[in-house]
């Protein structure tokens, strides 16, 4: 089919990102995040391309751990999110599949239904979101450790702020080991991307990195991470608009001087923000040109007049990813580059190499 839009993934720049984090954390053990479409990179063709090279993959849904499985996905997963259905926790439990526990009725309920399984008990230190609070943790521990019921258990929290200079991660970490303490010497797990990078005290048993395998990087600490999705869109026409003509929708763009203008086949309905400025950067022949008028749902424009090379309807730009920071874009559209990942719709076509 003739696409105008369309997403790029390079999985050898996901190997690369993957080996950034064994470098960082050569001690750790990785579960590497593939949930939300593998952070909008193809669940199933990201999820392949890890099998062997991942220790485990972390999804966020039951959902997520039956289709890979059903794709023949063998490696080892762990689920994040919630779960309290008995007969999926026994899907679980007979396809090497861990589960995150995050309350005591979740503990009880495992608990009850005599099939060992491999648990993380998640620990609430500061996020205050999903986990037990320390003291149920503590509970937990003491329904499920019970040697006659066979499971396999870890100790894992969330960090709420690693990527930015607060006194919080450490505030988290401390009061992580003070649980850590109390019970059996457990296999531990506290590092996302952010304190992969910047926590060394946090890697412990398993990372989990999420985000930097895809390329971005969520700390101000530099790293060699490679883009792994590039999303690109064709020219589909170009036109002279006089000094004093506006373009796009509601007029928030006039030419001060005559300019060329090019048509790109993308917009908000394939996921490039709406919200992006006038002047957000664009690659064409590897030259920046700034978007022009209001993003729509299937076009958006760009000014082209200070081309350096020819450039021809057909022609290929560059929405973000190689040549482009994603996370460039996202700072321009006043988000975060796991907003505009996972933000691309189904109607672009993910081409993998």
Not at 89 to 95: D, E, F, Q, S
Not at 187 to 211: C, E, F, M, Y
Request: include cysteine; proline fraction near 5%; charged fraction near 15%.
């Amino acid at each position: 089919m003739d696409y105008t839009a369309w997403a790029d993934i390079d999985l050898s720049a996901l190997s690369h990102n993957l080996s950034q984090v064994r470098r960082c954390a050569p001690h750790s053990r990785v579960v590497t995040m593939i949930k939300a479409n593998a952070y909008g990179h193809g669940l199933a063709e990201v999820a392949r391309h890890l099998d062997g090279l991942a220790d485990k993959l972390g999804i966020a849904r039951f959902s997520e751990a039956q289709h890979l499985r059903q794709q023949g996905i063998a490696t080892p997963l762990l689920l994040m999110g919630t779960l309290l259905s008995a007969e999926a926790l026994r899907y679980c439990a007979g396809n090497q599949i861990a589960v995150a526990v995050h309350t005591l009725d979740q503990a009880r309920l495992i608990a009850g239904l005599d099939t060992p399984m491999e648990l993380w008990l998640k620990i609430d230190t500061g996020m205050n979101r999903l986990g037990l609070s320390p003291e149920e943790a503590l509970e937990a521990y003491h329904l499920l450790a019970h040697p006659d019921q066979g499971h396999q258990l870890l100790l894992m929290t969330h960090f709420s702020s690693a990527d930015e200079h607060t006194p919080a991660t450490a505030s988290q970490i401390h009061s992580f080991d003070h649980v850590a303490q109390q019970v059996a010497d457990l296999p531990a797990s506290l590092a996302n991307s952010a304190a992969i990078i910047t926590q060394p005290k946090s890697h412990r048993d398993w990372v989990r990195p999420g985000i930097m395998l895809y390329g971005s990087n969520p700390t101000d600490q530099p790293i060699d991470l490679k883009p792994v999705m590039t999303l690109k869109a064709k020219i589909l026409a170009i036109k002279e608009v006089g000094a004093g003509n506006s373009v796009g929708y509601n007029r928030s763009w006039t030419a001060k001087e005559n300019s060329t203008i090019a048509a790109l086949g993308i917009g908000y309905g394939d996921g490039y923000p709406r919200q992006l400025p006038n002047g957000t950067p664009v690659l064409v022949n590897g030259q920046r040109f700034p978007i022009v008028g209001r993003i729509s749902m299937d076009i958006c424009s760009i000014d082209i007049s200070s081309a350096t090379l020819q450039i021809a309807v057909g022609d290929h730009a560059t929405l973000w990813g190689e040549g482009l920071s994603a996370d460039e874009i996202a700072s321009r559209a006043g988000t975060i580059s796991y907003h505009l990942f996972t933000g691309v719709t189904p109607r672009v076509p993910r081409h993998y190499r």
